[in-house]
C-alpha cells in the first residue's frame, strides 16, 4: 500500500467478521498512517460508532448475525459525518445499488486489492474532512468580521511577534486581555501560523456553557446518557482532533470540568458522558482569559496545577487605551471593510478624530468596531462627524477636562442609556455576570447579547 503522511491518516473503523481479512486490513491501514480500530460483527461496530467520531468506517455486509445493510441504515440515522465503503464477497448490482442509496460512500467486492481500498479511503476522507469542516465553522461561537490584526503600536508589534514565535511551536498558549481586546482574532493567528494550518479551528466561550451542559458540549454524549440524549453526540474536543481548540474566558470553567481538562491535556485521552471508552485526540489548545488567574487561584476558583500547566506559553494584548496609536488605523480598516458600500472615500472629521482618540474605549476594539458601523449607518454623507459618535459628554475625557451636562446637552438614544446602565451594573458588581443578569431583570444569554451588541466587556 502507498504510504502518507501519518498526520494526515483517517481514523478508520473496520467491521468486519473474518479474523484473517480483519486483521491483514487493520495492520496494511496502520501502515500506512491511519489509526484503525476493529469491530468482529455489527452490533460491536455499531457501539464503537456511537463512541466517537470516525472518517471512514469500513462495514461487510454479510456477517453472522448481521444484516450490513440494516447497519448502514442504523450508522447513518444516527451520524451523517463519516463516509462508510461497504464491502462483501457476495456483490451484486442490486445489493450496491441498494447500499448507495442508503448513503454507502462505496461498494467494494471482495478480495479487496489493497491499493484500490487505499484509493478509496483517501478520496472519502478527503470528502469527509470537508464535511467536518462545514460543521466546524457553524459550531464558531462569534463571528469576526475581519480576520487582521490592525495596529502600529509597539503593543500590537509585540503581539504579533509573539504569535509568530509561538505558532511554530506545538504547546499550548494563554491570551491574556481584556473584553474586546481580539483575542479570538490572536488565537486565529497562532492557528494560521502553526503546522495545524490545514486542520479545524474551533472556539468556544467557556462563559456561556450551562454548569450541566458543560461536559457534555466539550466531551460529547452517548445515547441515553441523560434524560434529552436521544442521539450520541461528539464533543469540541473531538471535533479539533489534529486542529486547534480556543477555549476563551477559560477562568469560568467549573472546577470538576477543570480537573477532566487537566486529564485531557496530560493524556490526550478523555471520555463521552455515558461512555465507558477512552478517546484519543490530537488537540493544540489556546486559552483566553480576562480575568488574572493568579488570584482566581488564590480563592479556590481555579486549579493550581492547571494554571501552571496552560500557562507556559502567554500572550498578553494591551487594552485600547494603552495603544492611542492604533485607533485611527482601526477606525479607517473598520470603514472600509465594515461600513455600508457606496460611492466615494469615507472621511473623518478632525472634531471626530479628537473624540475617538480622547474616549477611554472600555470595550477596547469591539467597542470601536460597533461605534463605527453605526456611526456609518447613520451619517448622511460619507463623512465621520463628532454628531455621530454616542459618547455621553462626561465620559468623553478623562476627570481632569471634563465638561458639565447642562440643559443644551442634546438626549441621548435609548440604546446609550441602556449600555451606560448595563455598565454601571457590571462596575458595581465587579463584572459578575449572573448578578449583574438578575439585577437587570434579564437571563445571562440575553445580557450576553447585550454586551457584544454595545462592545462592552463580555
Same mark, same amino acid.
Not at 502600529?152 to 508589534?157: A, E, F
Not at 480537573?259 to 478517546?279: Q, S
Given at each position: 500500500m502507498s504510504n502518507v503522511n501519518r498526520g494526515d491518516g483517517a481514523k478508520v473503523l473496520i467491521v468486519e467478521d473474518e479474523k484473517p481479512l480483519r486483521e491483514l486490513l487493520q495492520t496494511e491501514l496502520r501502515r500506512s498512517g491511519h489509526k484503525v480500530q476493529v469491530a468482529a460483527n455489527g452490533e460491536e461496530g455499531l457501539a464503537r460508532y456511537r463512541e466517537e467520531i470516525f472518517n471512514v468506517v469500513l462495514l461487510d455486509i454479510r456477517m453472522p448475525g448481521s444484516d450490513g445493510v440494516e447497519i448502514l441504515k442504523q450508522m447513518k440515522s444516527e451520524s451523517n459525518v463519516p463516509e462508510i465503503i461497504m464491502f462483501t464477497g457476495h456483490g451484486t448490482i442490486e445489493t450496491a445499488v441498494e447500499c448507495i442509496k442508503h448513503g454507502a460512500y462505496d461498494y467494494l467486492t471482495k478480495p479487496v486489492k489493497l491499493d484500490e481500498l487505499e484509493l478509496v479511503i483517501t478520496k472519502a476522507h478527503e470528502k469527509n474532512r470537508l464535511r467536518l469542516e462545514n460543521i466546524s465553522l457553524k459550531l464558531e461561537v462569534q463571528k469576526l468580521d475581519n480576520q487582521r490584526i490592525v495596529?502600529?503600536?509597539?503593543? &500590537?508589534?509585540?503581539?504579533?511577534e509573539t504569535v509568530r514565535r509561538w505558532g511554530a511551536v506545538d504547546e499550548?498558549?494563554? &491570551?491574556?486581555?481584556?473584553?474586546?481586546?481580539?483575542?479570538?482574532?490572536? #488565537?486565529? #493567528?497562532?492557528? @494560521?501560523?502553526?503546522? +495545524?494550518?490545514?486542520?479545524?479551528?474551533?472556539?468556544?466561550?467557556?462563559? +456561556?456553557?450551562d454548569v450541566h451542559t458543560a461536559e457534555s458540549e466539550l466531551f460529547g454524549h452517548m445515547q441515553g446518557a441523560f434524560t434529552s440524549a436521544v442521539k450520541g453526540r461528539a464533543g469540541l474536543f473531538e471535533l479539533a482532533d489534529q486542529g486547534t481548540l480556543f477555549m476563551d474566558e477559560v477562568s469560568e470553567m467549573t472546577l470538576d470540568v477543570?480537573?477532566?481538562?487537566? +486529564?485531557?491535556? @496530560?493524556?490526550?485521552?478523555?471520555?463521552?458522558?455515558?461512555?465507558?471508552?477512552? &478517546?484519543?485526540?490530537?488537540?493544540r489548545f489556546v486559552f483566553a482569559t480576562n480575568k488574572k488567574l493568579e488570584d482566581k487561584v488564590e480563592r479556590g476558583e481555579f486549579r493550581e496545577d492547571l494554571f501552571h500547566r496552560i500557562n507556559m506559553l502567554p500572550i498578553y494584548i494591551p487594552p485600547l487605551r494603552e495603544r492611542a496609536e492604533d485607533i485611527l488605523p482601526l477606525t479607517w480598516y473598520f470603514l472600509q471593510n465594515g461600513s455600508p458600500s457606496g460611492q466615494g472615500q469615507w472621511e473623518i472629521s478632525p472634531e471626530a478624530m479628537a473624540c475617538l482618540r480622547a474616549y477611554h474605549w472600555p470595550g477596547n476594539v469591539r467597542e470601536l468596531r460597533n461605534t463605527i458601523r453605526r456611526a456609518s449607518i447613520l451619517a448622511r454623507e460619507r463623512v465621520i462627524t463628532a454628531d455621530l459618535l454616542p459618547f455621553a459628554p462626561p465620559r468623553l475625557f478623562t476627570p481632569e477636562t471634563q465638561v458639565a451636562v447642562t440643559a443644551e446637552t442634546?438626549?441621548?438614544?435609548?440604546?446609550?442609556? *441602556?449600555? @451606560?446602565?448595563?455598565?454601571s451594573v457590571l462596575e458595581k458588581v465587579e463584572g459578575n455576570k449572573s448578578?449583574? #443578569?438578575?439585577?437587570? *431583570? &434579564?437571563?445571562?444569554?440575553?445580557?450576553?447579547t447585550k454586551l457584544e451588541r454595545y462592545g462592552l466587556p463580555a
Open positions: 495596529g502600529k503600536s509597539q503593543g &500590537i508589534h509585540q503581539v504579533l499550548h498558549v494563554l &491570551i491574556f486581555g481584556e473584553s474586546g481586546t481580539g483575542k479570538e482574532l490572536v #488565537a486565529r #493567528a497562532v492557528h @494560521e501560523a502553526s503546522p +495545524r494550518v490545514q486542520k479545524p479551528f474551533i472556539t468556544v466561550n467557556c462563559g +456561556r456553557l477543570q480537573v477532566k481538562l487537566l +486529564r485531557i491535556l @496530560e493524556t490526550g485521552t478523555f471520555r463521552r458522558l455515558g461512555g465507558n471508552r477512552d &478517546i484519543s485526540v490530537d488537540v442634546p438626549p441621548l438614544p435609548l440604546w446609550v442609556i *441602556e449600555r @451606560e446602565h448595563i455598565r448578578q449583574a #443578569a438578575k439585577i437587570l *431583570e &434579564i437571563d445571562r444569554k440575553t445580557l450576553y
